[in-house]
């Protein structure tokens, strides 16, 4: 909960929120919470949390995941309204600042994900295929959330943006290692030559 907690708190106490508009404010707080949510799911669904059954975690899971979005949807809305020439910018790619696009490819990835998670069912998608597909999702949306957050010099603390990074990686990194549904050589099968 500290991992969490720090980088919004240093966040509040930034001397670089005296200028800005509240709506810029609300923006960009949105993004931090939906950063942190990114470490959470995770461990959620790894059952790496304590007090949370498997069918519990999977639920809060899903839950988290809509905050997800709807932080994601806050954090672009937010700066729309302060920006909207910037945020076209950076919707179609073409920004100068090299974050926007880390920013938005971790956004459609969010979205994507969020859509494969509704019309899975529809979709008729294999478990060990939607596993695959989320997984690289998450790992896209945590690796181009973490440049995204590494390359903004804003209001978030170094330390407890540094921190929060590496954590959202490794939680990430280790769930793609527990499910193993990455292909591996099958024990003592030969290798061909």
Same mark, same amino acid.
């Given at each position: ?46 059952g ?5 059954? $498997? ?5 809060? $899971? ?14 672009v809305?937010g ?6 020439p ?12 090299? +974050?926007? @696009? ?7 990835? @969010? +979205? ?16 060990r295929?939607w596993?695959?597909? $989320? ?6 949306? @945590?690796?181009?959330? @973490?440049? $995204? ?20 990686i ?10 193993r ?13």
């Open positions: 909960m500290l991992v969490i907690t720090v980088p919004l708190a240093a966040a509040a106490f930034s001397p670089l929120l005296a200028w800005r508009q509240p709506v810029y404010i609300v923006a960009g707080f949105a993004g931090i919470v939906a950063f942190a949510l990114l470490l959470v799911q995770p461990l959620l669904i790894g790496y949390l304590p007090g949370a059954t $498997h069918v519990r975690a999977r639920r809060i $899971h899903w839950a988290v995941g809509i905050l997800l979005v709807l932080a994601v949807l806050a954090h809305g700066l729309w309204i302060t920006s909207p910037d945020v076209i910018d950076a919707l179609l790619l073409r920004s100068p600042t090299p +974050f926007s @696009v880390w920013g938005v490819l971790a956004m459609w990835a @969010v +979205f994507v994900t969020a859509l494969l998670g509704i019309f899975r069912k529809k979709l008729k998608i294999r478990p295929s596993r695959l597909a $989320h997984i690289a999702l998450a790992l896209l949306i @945590v690796l181009g959330t @973490v440049i $995204h957050a590494l390359l903004i010099e804003g209001t978030m603390e170094t330390m407890s943006k540094a921190v929060l990074c590496l954590l959202a490794a939680a990430t990194l280790k769930i793609a290692v527990d499910f549904i990455w292909p591996l050589r099958q024990a003592g099968k030969p290798k061909r030559s």
